[in-house]
Every structure is written in C-alpha cells, then in structure tokens.
C-alpha cells in the first residue's frame, strides 16, 4: 500500500489550505512551484509535510499558467514562462525589500523546477534567494546553472530520479523540457557535465533517490516526491538545519 501514501498525504493537505501566521514572513518564506498543471493541489502534501516537521515560515505555492490545454502549453510556452519566472521574481524581490534579513527558499516541483530556474535567473541583482531547491526538474541536464548561482548563498539542490523513466524520461524526450531541450530531464539523471558524467560543483548538491525512501512512501516515481513523509523528513531538514537528526544527515550524505 505504499502507492497509497504519496496520494492519502495530498488529499489531506487539500482539506488542510496553508494559512499564514503572524510573525512567518519575518522568519522566511518559502515559495514552491508545482509542475506543468500549475495548480496548488499538488503540492498540499507536502507543505502538510513541512508544517508537520516544524517549519514555521511562510509557504505559498504559486499558481502558474493558467490556459487552456495547459499542461502541454505551459511545457512548452518558453516566452510565456519566461514571463511568469519575471513576475515572480518581482514578488520575490519585494519579499527581500520588506524583510532583508529573512531568508527565502525557492522550491520547483516538476515542470514548476524549469519556472524556478528562470526565476532566480531573472532576479535582480541585489536579490539573493537562500536556496534553490529542484524536486524532479523537467530541465535539460546540461543547462548553464552559472546564473542560478549567482542568486543563491546556499547553492542549488537537484533531487532526482532515475526511475522516473515515464514522466522525465519519455515524456521529455519526446515533448521537451521546460528550456525547450528534448532529452531526459535532470530530474531524472541529473545535472551533466561535458564527458556526460554527473556535475559536480560546490554550488550544486544532487541527491538521488535512496530504496529508504519507500518508508516514507516514495517509490522512484514521478509522484513519490509528493508524500507528506518525504517532505518531513527529507526536505524540511534542507530548508531547516535545526531540524535535521543524525540519521537523516547520514542518509543525505550516502552516496
């Protein structure tokens, strides 16, 4: 029944809507978008998830691309994305205006990961996110991070899959990616280097799927990333250090 959990923890975080509390902003906010349907149900799982382990900063998922036939446009919309990515960014940079000193973590589901990365690229140059996170990123796994990188302090996290053939194998090859490039997804295999292996770089830590994860209902998949007990206890230990306990650090740093 562990299919069932990824599913259960979404469905429950759809009767749970995020509501901010006095005081979150000035602790950090926290901007997730999800992938190519561009709606918030999606990603309920998971800010249930991150509430439940103890992140108290402001969550807000952003809607995005709301057309007709959407999910096929939005994937390949790349002038109306970019669009979308410079909105955000203003959103973003305003959030830094009224609260400088408060960090604010950048998360893209999916699809949503292309929009994340054409935002930190699109922010202005005094505005610096605190951490760019990438969960299953329908982004070509040679893209030129070189800009990313110059808006995070803390660098980026890629979280991918290689058994997520269907969605950011196939689907990708075939339709692209949300920068337009045919090919698996770095959500899949990874950020590349040039020879073709898995790039390494001090701003950049890529974690890929670990079998523990089955535990806390994620199986490889495309929609495993979504399980509120992934979200608990993976993510919120990367956006929170307090949080994180030894065997949770020891977890992210095997290979």
Same mark, same amino acid.
């Given at each position: 029944?562990?299919?069932?959990?990824?599913?259960?923890?979404?469905?429950?975080?759809?009767?749970? $809507?995020? =509501?901010?509390?006095?005081?979150?902003?000035?602790?950090?906010? *926290?901007?997730? =978008?999800?992938?190519?349907?561009?709606?918030?149900?999606?990603?309920?799982?998971?800010?249930?998830?991150?509430?439940?382990?103890?992140?108290?900063?402001?969550?807000?998922?952003?809607?995005?691309?709301?057309?007709?036939?959407?999910?096929?446009?939005?994937?390949?919309?790349?002038?109306?994305?970019? =669009?979308?990515?410079?909105?955000?960014?203003?959103?973003?940079?305003?959030?830094?205006?009224?609260?400088?000193?408060? $960090?604010?973590?950048? !998360?893209?589901?999916?699809?949503?990961?292309? !929009?994340?990365?054409?935002?930190?690229?699109? @922010?202005?140059?005094?505005?610096?996110?605190?951490?760019?996170?990438?969960?299953?990123?329908? =982004? %070509? $796994?040679?893209?030129?991070?070189?800009?990313?990188?110059?808006?995070?302090?803390?660098?980026?996290?890629?979280?991918?899959?290689?058994?997520?053939?269907? *969605?950011?194998?196939?689907?990708?090859?075939?339709?692209?990616?949300?920068?337009?490039?045919?090919?698996?997804?770095?959500?899949? *295999?990874?950020?590349?280097?040039?020879?073709?292996?898995?790039?390494? %770089?001090?701003?950049?830590?890529?974690?890929?799927?670990?079998?523990?994860? @089955?535990?806390?209902?994620?199986?490889?998949?495309?929609?495993?990333? @979504?399980?509120?007990?992934?979200?608990?206890?993976?993510?919120?230990? @990367?956006?929170?250090?307090?949080?994180?306990? $030894?065997?949770?650090?020891?977890?992210?740093?095997?290979?």
């Amino acid at each position: 029944f562990r299919f069932l959990t990824p599913l259960a923890g979404i469905i429950a975080g759809c009767l749970r $809507p995020d =509501v901010p509390q006095l005081g979150q902003t000035e602790r950090g906010s *926290i901007f997730m =978008v999800p992938g190519i349907e561009g709606t918030t149900w999606q990603l309920r799982g998971t800010v249930r998830g991150l509430r439940e382990a103890g992140i108290d900063q402001t969550i807000e998922i952003v809607e995005w691309g709301k057309h007709p036939f959407r999910q096929l446009y939005n994937l390949c919309a790349i002038e109306a994305n970019r =669009v979308v990515a410079r909105g955000l960014a203003r959103r973003i940079a305003a959030c830094h205006a009224a609260h400088p000193h408060a $960090p604010v973590t950048l !998360i893209g589901y999916s699809g949503g990961g292309g !929009i994340a990365v054409l935002t930190a690229e699109s @922010l202005p140059e005094q505005v610096t996110l605190d951490r760019l996170i990438l969960i299953a990123a329908a =982004v %070509s $796994p040679r893209y030129d991070l070189s800009r990313v990188f110059a808006h995070t302090r803390q660098g980026v996290t890629n979280f991918y899959s290689e058994r997520d053939w269907l *969605i950011l194998g196939y689907g990708t090859r075939v339709f692209g990616t949300i920068d337009r490039e045919k090919t698996s997804s770095a959500g899949r *295999i990874g950020f590349r280097d040039a020879e073709g292996g898995l790039l390494e %770089s001090v701003q950049l830590t890529q974690i890929g799927w670990r079998p523990e994860w @089955l535990e806390l209902g994620h199986n490889g998949g495309h929609i495993g990333w @979504l399980a509120s007990a992934w979200a608990h206890d993976v993510l919120a230990p @990367l956006i929170d250090a307090s949080l994180t306990r $030894p065997a949770r650090q020891e977890a992210m740093a095997a290979p």
